[in-house]
């Protein structure tokens, strides 16, 4: 028990002070639900109903035909009729619509001549999701037409190659589904590291850190009984955020519950971990919290959150694989979206222990017992 | 005599270029009240530190009960207690609590831990405070408190570092009455002070000027000290009316090395060769009479003024 001298007592108090300080448990649990719940709203990248700008120059029944197979695939909805190409353009540089449809006079003529058909789809580029969306969709609505003409004057009842997709996870696409669980990853870690991070530098300012000092109690004994009362803070914030994840996002768990759980616990360790460095790194309080700044924000945008890693230059990925929320991130993607088992995604969870272990140890053993 | 129970050999502590505490020896006996005194950052909590075992000495040894600084630290903390500057609590946990964490950190169970807490309840007074906030406590009782703390796991050396300062002087005065309880239990007890007649109740004092240790004894063998009393002079005090009037007259006088007012009257540090007759006279042409000349025997602070002066220092 020499190890962890002082253990119970640290307890004690932490818990006492965690309890007893309304605005950490306030920012613990609040801002972390409103974030995930807006985030999660926001990082909807389904796109639906672009604006469509018409300008039919041929007024058939075949040119009202193909503008309604644009709308029907309700990626598209026409907000305006025009009589130029000019109005069309400013049309779209004035933000109304993402997509603009020339159809030229002679449209239904050379349809029916059988000759080549032209019509013009202008996109707005400045947007890459929004445009290669609009892009796709156009093709295909009219490739489909196509080939549906194609056969009937060939007499062919069948194309020669199909595709039969079939969405293994998530077979509905819905892209929340793909970023909740980054989300989740996210918000714990803002929400856990501030309050380690705090934890030592804040008794360093306010001078009783010389008191403990001078008492036997042991670094590890010190540095566990801090950890512990927001470890169990910081589950309880995890549950919360996966119990949104479940009922207002309508993400369904594929995988074990047990795997999610321990692998969320393991991340909340980790990060508290962190902290507990930065604590005792940190001169004040406001150096702590840069340092848990310059932390956070490289896992947003390296930890394949929003990019995926495979696609960053080496130098990102490299810093992707020194993230804990990297791995919290893919094993809960993997549990919650994939189903992945407990021999698909131990790896990542072997690194996210790991760095868990070794972060906790580097912290308390090198936590010199002495000030100045 | 006993085994001292704190000593300190060459103790040195340097940060840089600037050396905090200089080459420092003395020794404590058990169950003496040590005055440490001397300057703000003249390296008193410098010293206190390095005895607590949280501040690496650059130089020297000190042992307290035996048991050295640097090498045993761990054992040594089980003997000592520490109260620093500014009565370092937890302003979110209520008297009680305070009072238990301390008792928990020092490994007390539940039987002893109840025991001493209700003795240091008794000897404290702190019962109708229990159930308080440390933040809500008054200075007088946040010290009390910080004591308390301190005292938790019964340590044979207690530190107190400027325990006085900021507080009323009945709290002042109890707080005294309590080391002096202490003592005599055969508690050794080290505490820095600004207060001369706090160093005056002391059984032993050491004064630290500019990082070294100028002067380290008895109170009244310190005033015996031939700095202190050069020979051929005597120190008089001085009653009379219009003293600041006095003291201007008398200030530059061949013969008269020292004089400062005290109250309503002053202290004169004078050659043998000035008589009492002589110094009647001087005040008599500054028109002033009804002159009452008693000898006086130095203070500790004369002894550190005399001291300070022979080392070079003084804001003068």
Known sequence: MKLFRGFSAILYKEFISMLRDPTTLFFMLIPPMIQMIAFGFALDNDVKNMGLIVYDQAHTVESRQLVDRFVNTETFKVVGRVNSVAEMESEIRKGHAYAALEIPPDFSRNLRAGRSATVQLAIDGSNSTTALQALNTGAAVTMRDSIAQLLRESGRSNIPIEVRPQMLFNPAMKSPNFFIPGVIGLVLQMATLFTTAMAIVRERERGTLEQLLVSPVSRWGLMMGKLIPYFCLGSAMAALLLLIMRLVFNVPIAGSLFGLAVSVLVYVFTLLSIGLLVSTRAENQMQALQMTMALILPSVFFSGFIFPRETMPWIFYAISTVLPATYAIELIRAIVLRGATFAEYWPSLAILSLMAAAVFSFCAARFKRKIG | ?316
């Open chain 2, 1 to 316: 005599m006993a085994e001292p129970m704190i000593e300190c050999e060459g103790l040195t502590k340097r940060f840089g270029d600037f050396t905090a505490v200089d080459n420092v020896s003395f020794n404590v006996e058990p169950g003496a009240i040590f005055g440490f005194l001397g300057p703000n950052g003249s390296g008193k909590s410098t010293v206190i530190r390095m005895l607590c075992g949280i501040l690496e000495p650059s130089g020297g040894t000190a042992r307290i009960g035996g048991l050295d600084v640097v090498e045993q630290t761990d054992v040594l903390k089980e003997s000592i207690g520490y109260m620093s500057q500014k009565f370092s609590l937890y302003d979110e946990l209520t008297v009680e609590e305070n009072l238990r964490f301390y008792g928990k950190l020092y490994g007390l169970r539940r039987e002893a831990l109840r025991k001493r807490f209700d003795e240091l309840l008794t000897l404290t007074h702190l019962e109708p405070y229990l159930d308080r906030r440390a933040a809500l406590l008054s200075g007088g009782w946040r010290q009390r408190l910080a004591m308390a703390c301190a005292l938790m796991h019964e340590p044979r050396v207690l530190f107190l570092d400027e325990p006085t300062a900021g507080i009323d002087p009945v709290a002042r005065r109890e707080l005294w009455d309590l080391l002096f309880e202490f003592s005599g239990r055969g508690m050794t007890l080290f505490v820095t002070t600004h207060y001369m007649d706090e160093a005056e109740r002391c059984s032993n004092v050491g004064y630290i000027y500019l990082s070294k240790l100028i002067v380290c004894g008895v109170p009244d063998e310190l005033k015996m000290l031939p700095e202190v009393n050069p020979p051929g002079t005597r120190r008089i005090d001085v009653t009379c009316e219009h003293v600041t009037l006095g003291l201007q007259t008398l200030r530059h006088r061949a013969g008269i090395s020292a004089a400062t007012v005290f109250g309503q009257s002053m202290h004169l540090l004078v050659d043998d060769a000035v008589s009492d007759e002589r110094i009647r006279g001087y005040l008599a042409e500054a028109g002033i009479r009804d002159v009452d000349l008693r000898p006086i025997s130095p203070s500790l602070e004369d002894v550190f003024v005399a001291l300070t002066a022979k080392h070079g220092g003084g804001t003068e």
